[in-house]
């Protein structure tokens, strides 16, 4: 079978080599263990800092990306009585040690020992992959395979409005309306949110309003503090999302959080908050990482977020074209959604 391969054992014009191997047929690793046909893949933000040789976790290393993908089961394991050949699977990429601290008080996403697909181990980007039974969910027929890919990233977007503990009729003010941005949006309004998003390109902006957000405000021609107080009737929003790793963003919400508010960190940057700020308001300050039991949510909500999917997803390639969709990916065009690889 072909592997795509990021291979940073050798780097050519100062980024890993990327090409394909013949590797051999993956067998059933023990009675638990289930083994799938990939059908397609997306590649997340993680991904690209692999391909271009920047992810801490890769450096070095020969690996096979991809944890966003899903795919058919061929085999299964003795065990295993959730799936049967036939049936239509997304992949869960995270596992968890069970025994450190974060995964005794339930936090396994943290994990002190985390595994995920794809990221310092072989991922998906390959004709077959075998893992346990665990790491699999189904996914309903009426939802293609290149569709089921956006579920794992849909996760992370669940991951953060759960940590928001959104209440309905909540004002949520998130920053970046790029994939995992608008998938909050959708996530926070199917909670009963108004959610106001902040972004300055121009085609996110347009994908924003089509996606039916509350408000959509573009920070370089209006003032985003004033035009949000006026919204919330001067109270502020009680929750604010940063999915775009603004520099000045945690400063700010801590100026504009309601009493009670959350700030939630999900794109990577630093924290500045006013500590005064934080114990007047009683503020909560929590960072979002992965996702915990939301696949099964995430795929019981795909009726409301399937009619958007496909709006989300701006180009999809053949699994051939794996490396030109890796190096688009990474030219980082304003325009750009999610991208999706279909390995049939």
């Avoid at 799936?83 to 396994?108: I, L």
């Avoid at 004002?171 to 998003?197: D, R």
């Amino acid at each position: 079978m072909k592997a795509f391969v990021i291979d940073d054992r050798e780097r050519v014009d100062g980024r890993p080599k990327v090409y394909f191997e013949e590797r051999p047929m993956p067998i059933l690793k023990n009675e638990r263990s289930v083994l799938v046909k990939v059908k397609a893949a997306g590649i997340c933000g993680s991904d690209i800092h692999i391909f271009e040789g920047r992810h801490g976790m890769c450096i070095g290393l020969k690996i096979v990306p991809g944890h966003e993908f899903t795919g058919e089961v061929v085999e299964v394991g003795s065990a295993v009585t959730k799936f049967k050949a036939g049936d239509r699977v997304v992949h869960e990429p995270t596992s968890s040690c069970g025994e450190c601290y974060a995964c005794r008080v339930g936090q396994e996403n943290v994990c002190t020992n985390l595994t995920v697909s794809g990221c310092g181990s072989d991922g998906g980007w390959q004709e077959y992959v075998v893992y346990d039974e665990k790491q699999w969910h189904h996914i309903p027929d009426w939802v293609s395979y290149v569709q089921a890919a956006l579920i794992e990233p849909y996760t992370i977007a669940a991951q953060a409005c759960s940590r928001a503990e959104l209440f309905p009729g909540d004002v949520v003010l998130i920053h970046g309306a790029g994939p995992i941005g608008l998938m909050t949006g959708q996530t926070a309004k199917s909670f009963g949110a108004t959610v106001i998003m902040s972004e300055i390109m121009e085609g996110r902006i347009n994908l924003a309003r089509e996606m039916g957000m509350d408000y959509v405000i573009n920070p370089k021609e209006t003032n985003l503090v004033k035009e949000v107080m006026k919204i919330t009737n001067g109270e502020g929003p009680n929750v604010v999302i940063d999915c775009a790793g603004i520099p000045n963003a945690s400063q700010q919400a801590g100026e504009i959080l309601s009493p009670a508010g959350r700030y939630v960190v999900v794109a990577s940057g630093p924290v500045h908050i006013d500590g005064d700020l934080v114990r007047l308001k009683a503020l909560r300050v929590l960072g979002s990482r992965q996702q915990k039991e939301q696949f099964e949510p995430v795929i019981s909500k795909l009726p409301i977020y399937v009619k958007d999917i496909d709006r989300i997803i701006s180009s999809i390639y053949p699994f051939e074209m794996s490396k030109e969709a890796f190096a688009f990916a990474s030219e980082r065009h304003p325009e750009t959604g999610k991208i999706v690889v279909k390995f049939d």
